[in-house]
């Protein structure tokens, strides 16, 4: 069981991430020590995530894949990991958890990297939307929020209440979202929301976008 403490938002406060950049900067000790930091935290994220994996269901789910903290050239600004069902293992929609130096979010999503090698698009998966309202039905949905793949990491989005409620705000959010694709999630904001056992609510995230999930698979 592990808590969502102040220090891992804390590790992404920072203005630079480039490695070259950061030499400039830090003698090699400092950046030893940065990099370790990063790792250290990444380590009980990647932990978590792992937990999470073996939670779910093993002949569902593909093993769950954790992005590593460094690209090469940069520090990431972001945590980030994707669950799959073993029937899209090779496809491009997932749900992706992420925490960064603003939120844990947990979200389905269409990962426009490399889709195009894995021969889906995201008019297909935009479909789902359709299904928004359904799915919602006897679901507490404080905290959930909707954005498009072309909005900014750390702008507010649209809450997916607002977006129920209001017959124009869905028809502007959709025909935004279908020139690229809508992200649909689960939000824990910093000096907001305490999340006693991070584990809980990915696992929570995840078994709750699993319908909707799903039903890409028919």
Same mark, same amino acid.
Request: charged letters at 30%; a neutral charge.
């Given at each position: 069981?592990?808590? %969502?403490?102040?220090?891992?938002?804390?590790?992404?406060?920072?203005?630079?991430?480039?490695?070259?950049? $950061?030499?400039?900067?830090?003698?090699?000790?400092?950046?030893?020590?940065?990099?370790?930091?990063?790792?250290?935290?990444?380590?009980?994220?990647?932990?978590?995530?792992?937990?999470?994996? %073996?939670? $779910?269901?093993?002949?569902?789910?593909?093993?769950?894949?954790?992005?590593?903290?460094?690209?090469?050239?940069?520090?990431?600004?972001?945590?980030?990991?994707?669950?799959?069902?073993?029937? /899209?293992?090779?496809?491009?929609?997932?749900?992706?958890?992420? $925490?960064?130096?603003?939120?844990?979010?947990?979200?389905?999503?269409?990962?426009?990297?490399?889709?195009?090698?894995?021969?889906?698009?995201?008019?297909?998966?935009?479909? %789902? /939307?359709?299904?928004?309202?359904?799915?919602?039905?006897?679901?507490?949905?404080?905290?959930?929020?909707?954005?498009?793949?072309?909005?900014?990491?750390?702008?507010?989005? /649209?809450? $997916?209440?607002?977006?129920?409620?209001?017959?124009?705000?869905?028809?502007?959010?959709?025909?935004?979202?279908?020139?690229?694709?809508?992200?649909?999630?689960?939000?824990?904001?910093?000096?907001?929301?305490?999340?006693?056992?991070?584990?809980?609510?990915?696992?929570?995230?995840?078994?709750? /976008?699993?319908?909707?999930?799903?039903?890409?698979?028919?």
């Amino acid at each position: 069981m592990t808590k %969502l403490t102040e220090e891992m938002y804390a590790i992404f406060d920072r203005d630079e991430f480039s490695f070259k950049k $950061l030499k400039k900067k830090h003698s090699e000790e400092e950046l030893a020590q940065i990099k370790a930091g990063f790792k250290d935290i990444w380590q009980t994220w990647k932990k978590v995530n792992l937990s999470v994996y %073996l939670k $779910l269901p093993q002949d569902k789910f593909a093993k769950v894949h954790v992005e590593s903290w460094t690209n090469g050239w940069n520090l990431r600004d972001h945590y980030w990991a994707a669950y799959r069902l073993n029937t /899209l293992a090779d496809k491009s929609p997932c749900i992706g958890v992420m $925490l960064d130096k603003k939120q844990l979010q947990v979200y389905l999503m269409f990962q426009h990297y490399k889709s195009e090698k894995r021969g889906d698009s995201p008019e297909q998966y935009n479909k %789902l /939307l359709a299904d928004i309202p359904t799915w919602v039905k006897n679901r507490k949905i404080s905290n959930w929020y909707l954005w498009d793949k072309n909005e900014m990491e750390f702008v507010d989005h /649209l809450s $997916l209440n607002d977006y129920l409620k209001d017959t124009q705000k869905q028809t502007t959010f959709n025909e935004e979202a279908s020139k690229t694709s809508f992200l649909l999630g689960k939000f824990a904001f910093r000096n907001q929301d305490q999340v006693e056992i991070m584990e809980e609510f990915i696992l929570d995230g995840i078994k709750q /976008l699993l319908p909707l999930y799903e039903k890409i698979e028919r």
